[in-house]
């Protein structure tokens, strides 16, 4: 009896954890492809300006340079923000899978504090905060 009354919590509480972890799912989905764009746009703009950049710097001025590694630098920022959220984005998809199939074995294996902060640094507040909830919830199961 307390076998089937434990299996009736785990499947609500299961169901509680799909939720949080769809949406952290959706959420760094959204961010990731904005990190992408960015870092297009910026990338962008560094290249077109490089021959703009390169004129004044043959003709002995900095500025052209300054101006060209400022948007380089943010593009590689934009990058490695981009690889920080996909390799969060594809943690939390491990995640889904495992909530999806039931396997609370492999979920409470992916279950971390380190993966929802890396998720709330690089793929946004919601999507941090919601593992952040559903490791609570995870822990809880048995």
């Not at 939720?19 to 290249?47: C, D, K, P």
């Not at 380089?72 to 996909?86: K, P, R, W």
């Not at 380190?114 to 999507?127: C, D, E, Q, R, V």
């Amino acid at each position: 009896m307390a076998t089937q009354q434990q299996s009736a919590v785990n499947a609500a509480m299961l169901g509680s954890i799909k939720t949080e972890i769809l949406i952290a799912f959706v959420f760094s989905l959204l961010a990731m492809i904005v990190e992408a764009i960015m870092a297009a746009v910026y990338g962008g703009i560094a290249l077109f300006l490089t021959p703009i950049a390169v004129a004044p710097m043959v003709a002995g001025s900095a500025a052209g340079f300054t101006f060209l590694s400022l948007f380089g630098i943010i593009s590689m920022v934009m990058v490695v923000m981009f690889v920080l959220s996909l390799l969060s984005f594809l943690h939390i998809n491990r995640m889904r899978n495992a909530a999806d199939a039931g396997d609370v074995t492999t979920l409470k294996a992916l279950n971390s504090v380190g993966w929802a902060i890396i998720a709330l640094i690089f793929n946004g507040m919601i999507a941090g905060i919601l593992l952040l909830v559903a490791h609570g919830s995870i822990t809880g199961l048995k």
